[in-house]
């Protein structure tokens, strides 16, 4: 890796994340690699430690999950630090979702990319003032991620949120919602969706495919939208249905790339999950900040995972 500056290399570790049996490989593997070690202890910790970090380091790693993650950016965002501050990622969370995008594939590769990987700028999405760098998610995946628990998710892995997610669409009432999205990075031009979702799906570095981690185009400076409607006929009971609705065509699915948008309801608040922290609200306005984040990324990640054509994808509506 290229010259981080003078400043410490800090590393936020989330003890409890994960199988919770990564915590002596981290503190090793950290401490050769020349990082001060700051172990969080509750909710809201790793937002803290990384605020603080920053007034004199500017390698920030972060050691969890993505909700982890998310709290070491927003951290970062208080700080008003963003411009100033490289993150790194450090995969120890049930699903890693953010890592695995940005080619960071395991503990040990985490640190061989944080000597040798490349930075590369990000963009970062903004949700009602909260950040996020992975995805935003309202419908019943959210509510399914709300109920899924730290014993579940040691069982199960990720297969725990599929898992909750087939429990929970059983008794799930479709949101109302209208869905306002801005097309042009000036704001010249606006569409609009109204109508009942069982998803909405915002990405940022994350494209909702039926894989488990699917590479969006995180400098473009825009959201990938994904809405799936309301449907009686959409079969959602077992698991390969589930992976595979959104990697095939189909008359339910909208799509939408946009810098910004307003998801509104039409009845109650809707939770959301901002690469899994919770929010609740009526009306949620989400924009991109283009270029925001210095990240250290590994071999497998694409400036542009869209050089093979694959956007738009077919039966875009």
Same mark, same amino acid.
């Given at each position: &890796? ?12 989330? !003890? ?9 490989? #981290? ?9 001060? #070690? ?37 951290? #970062? ?9 490289? /993150?790194?990622?450090? !995969?120890?969370?049930?699903?890693? @979702?953010?890592?695995? @995008? ?11 990319? #944080? ?20 995805? %935003? ?8 991620? %709300? ?16 898992? @909750? ?10 949101? !109302?919602?209208?869905?306002?999205? =801005? ?11 109204? *109508?009942?979702? &069982?998803?909405?799906?915002?990405? @940022? %570095?994350?494209?909702?495919? *039926? ?22 006929? =959409? ?23 946009? !810098? ?17 922290? &919770? ?13 925001? /984040? ?24």
């Amino acid at each position: &890796m290229e010259s981080d500056g003078a400043g410490r290399r800090v590393l936020v570790l989330n !003890p409890v994340s994960g199988s919770e049996d990564h915590v002596d490989d #981290i503190v090793e593997l950290a401490a050769d690699h020349g990082f001060e #070690i700051r172990k969080t202890e509750a909710v809201g910790d790793a937002h803290r430690l990384a605020r603080e970090a920053t007034s004199d380091a500017d390698l920030v790693a972060a050691a969890g999950g993505d909700g982890t993650i998310n709290e070491v950016v927003n951290g #970062i965002a208080a700080a008003d630090a963003l411009d100033t501050t490289t /993150l790194a990622v450090v !995969p120890a969370g049930t699903g890693n @979702n953010f890592a695995a @995008n940005v080619g960071v594939e395991s503990i040990e590769h985490s640190f061989a990319v #944080i000597e040798d990987g490349q930075r590369r700028t990000i963009d970062l999405g903004v949700a009602n003032d909260r950040w996020f760098a992975n995805s %935003c998610v309202g419908g019943v995946t959210a509510e399914a991620s %709300c109920e899924t628990t730290s014993e579940g998710k040691r069982e199960f892995g990720v297969l725990a949120y599929v898992k @909750n997610t087939l429990e929970t669409v059983r008794e799930f009432e479709s949101l !109302p919602l209208r869905v306002t999205t =801005v097309e042009g990075p000036d704001g010249e031009a606006t569409e609009s969706w109204e *109508g009942k979702a &069982m998803f909405v799906l915002v990405g @940022n %570095c994350r494209r909702f495919t *039926g894989a488990r981690a699917a590479q969006a185009n995180v400098e473009d400076g825009l959201f990938e939208v994904t809405i799936v409607e309301d449907a009686g006929t =959409v079969d959602l009971l077992g698991e390969a249905a589930l992976e595979g609705l959104f990697g095939r065509d189909s008359t339910h699915i909208v799509r939408r790339r946009a !810098p910004s948008l307003t998801v509104e309801s039409l009845r109650d608040s809707v939770q959301y999950s901002l690469d899994g922290e &919770m929010l609740s609200t009526e009306t949620l306005r989400l924009e991109t900040n283009a270029k925001a /984040l210095g990240v250290l990324v590994g071999d497998s990640y694409r400036s542009n995972p869209d050089d093979d054509d694959r956007w738009p994808f077919n039966g875009q509506r």
